[in-house]
C-alpha cells in the first residue's frame, strides 16, 4: 500500500511529448481521451466509469494502457472493504506530437495526422452531442452566449505578414486565458469550455483568384 500522502504529492508534468506512433494510437482512442481528461484529478475506473455511463469491467483494459504508455499514472492504493481501490492521474497537464511525427518524411506518412485528425474530430463530436444532450449546450437563439455552440468555419484572404500577425495573436489569445484557466483550477463557479480549433493553408481557391 502506497503511503497516504503519495497522492498529494504527485505532480502532473506540464506537457508530455508523443514521439511515437503506438503510443498516438493508444492516446487517439476518443474513449481513452475522454478517460484522461476526467483524470486530471485522481480518480479510480469505477468512478470514471460512472461519469462515462460504463460498467467498470469495460475500462480496465483502457487503464491499464494507458498506464503501459505511461499517459496516465497509479497516484495511490488504498484498501476499501477488503478490496484494493487504485487511483490514477493523468501524466501531464497536456499533451503534444512530436513535431516529426506528422511529417511526409516519417515511417508511415500522413498516418500520425490521420489518427490525429480522426481522434480530434471523434472527441470533440462526442463531447458536444453528450453535453447537448445533458442541456449544457442550447441550441435555442435566444440562449445566453455562454451557453451556446459557436460554430465557424472560417476563411480568409491575407498576405504572409497578415497570416503571421493573425497566428501569433490567435496564439497569445489562447496562451492569456490558458495562464487565467490555471489560475481558477481551485475555484469552484467556472464554467468548463472546450474548442478545436483547426488552422491550415487551403489548396481550394475561389474561380476569381489567380
Not at 465557424?152 to 500577425?165: A, K, N, T
Amino acid at each position: 500500500m502506497l503511503e497516504e500522502n503519495t497522492m498529494m504529492a504527485f505532480k502532473p508534468a506540464h506537457e508530455m511529448i508523443i514521439t511515437d506512433l503506438e503510443t498516438l494510437k493508444v492516446l487517439a482512442d476518443p474513449l481513452r481521451l475522454s478517460i484522461i481528461e476526467y483524470l486530471s484529478r485522481p480518480g479510480t475506473v469505477k468512478k470514471i466509469a460512472e461519469k462515462l455511463d460504463k460498467p467498470p469491467t469495460k475500462l480496465y483494459y483502457h487503464f491499464n494502457l494507458l498506464e503501459k504508455h505511461g499517459l496516465i499514472t497509479l497516484v495511490d492504493t488504498r484498501i476499501v472493504s477488503g478490496i484494493i481501490e487504485k487511483h490514477y492521474q493523468a501524466s501531464a497537464r497536456s499533451y503534444r506530437l512530436q513535431r516529426g511525427l506528422l511529417s511526409p518524411g516519417s515511417e508511415e506518412p500522413g498516418q500520425g495526422l490521420d489518427i490525429t485528425l480522426s481522434s480530434l474530430f471523434a472527441d470533440s463530436r462526442n463531447d458536444l452531442m453528450q453535453s447537448i444532450r445533458d442541456g449544457v449546450v442550447k441550441l435555442d437563439e435566444d440562449s445566453a452566449d455562454i451557453e451556446r455552440l459557436l460554430l465557424i468555419q472560417y476563411r480568409l484572404l491575407l498576405d504572409s505578414g497578415q497570416l503571421h500577425e493573425f497566428l501569433q495573436r490567435l496564439r497569445g489569445l489562447l496562451r492569456e486565458y490558458q495562464d487565467v484557466s490555471d489560475r481558477n483550477a481551485a475555484q469552484n463557479d467556472t464554467i468548463t469550455y472546450k474548442g478545436l480549433i483547426v488552422s491550415y493553408p487551403s489548396s481550394r481557391l475561389l474561380d476569381d483568384e489567380g
